[in-house]
């Protein structure tokens, strides 16, 4: 077996051996016109590029959980405290895969509106149709005051830029209605009574 050692370097007296394959078959091994480092098994603290993984690849997750309860009676879309998420994308070809889940109550026989909001866009609802609302999400409470619905979504986006993206729920009461975030309408102090968390994920998808 032909063997080529490299001996000896800046900071070390090590050895660096290039050995052929135990194979009847030939081999080429091709260097690229470009510094940079070898990425091999098991090291640590080496990192591959992000430009060099493929279609699909995650880049990065950014994720907020909101424990605490949150209350509305606004007749327009308001900002739900504590479930937003900010994320700056590395490409601005990158799809952003947005996961939420918010638990919801609401007083009465009424829909608790959950809609999805990008910097002060709003994305992923259905189409304007009359004065119907356009929403993300809605849950139904039943006609009960102790019953609280989880809602969620996934929708991948893209906002097609590089500088920092706020992703956001926000929710609406109509028909006079309350909607309550974490809880529900009654919130009686009993072991029966539910508290709960939403959250909100953005993931940066390598396109």
């Known amino acids: 077996m032909s ?3 490299l001996s000896g370097n800046a900071s070390g007296t090590g050895t660096f051996t290039f050995a052929s394959p135990n194979s009847n078959s030939d081999r080429t091994l091709t260097l690229p016109d470009n510094t940079g480092t070898i990425i091999t098994t098991g090291s640590s603290g080496q990192v591959i590029p992000r430009a060099a993984l493929p279609t699909g690849s995650v880049l990065q997750v950014v994720s907020t959980t ?6 509305s009676s606004s007749s327009s879309f308001n900002d739900i405290t504590g479930l937003s998420v900010s994320i700056t994308p590395s490409s601005s070809s990158s799809k952003i895969f947005v996961v939420y889940s918010v638990m919801t109550g609401v007083t009465g026989s009424q829909f608790p509106f959950i809609r999805l909001v990008r910097g002060s866009t709003t ?4 189409d304007a149709a009359g004065v119907r609302t356009s929403t993300t999400s809605v849950a139904w ?4 005051n102790n019953v609280s619905v989880n809602q969620s979504m996934n929708f991948l986006d893209s906002p097609a830029t590089t500088s920092s993206t706020t992703y956001k729920l926000q929710t609406i009461a109509t028909a006079s209605e309350i909607i309550y975030i974490n809880r529900n309408a009654r919130d009686l102090n009993d072991p029966a009574e539910p508290r709960g968390v939403s959250s909100i994920t953005v993931m940066e998808i390598a396109a």
């Open 3 to 5: 063997k080529i050692a």
């Open 66 to 71: 909101k424990t605490d309860t949150f209350t």
């Open 123 to 126: 994305i992923c609802v259905g």
């Open 141 to 144: 409470s039943s006609g009960t």
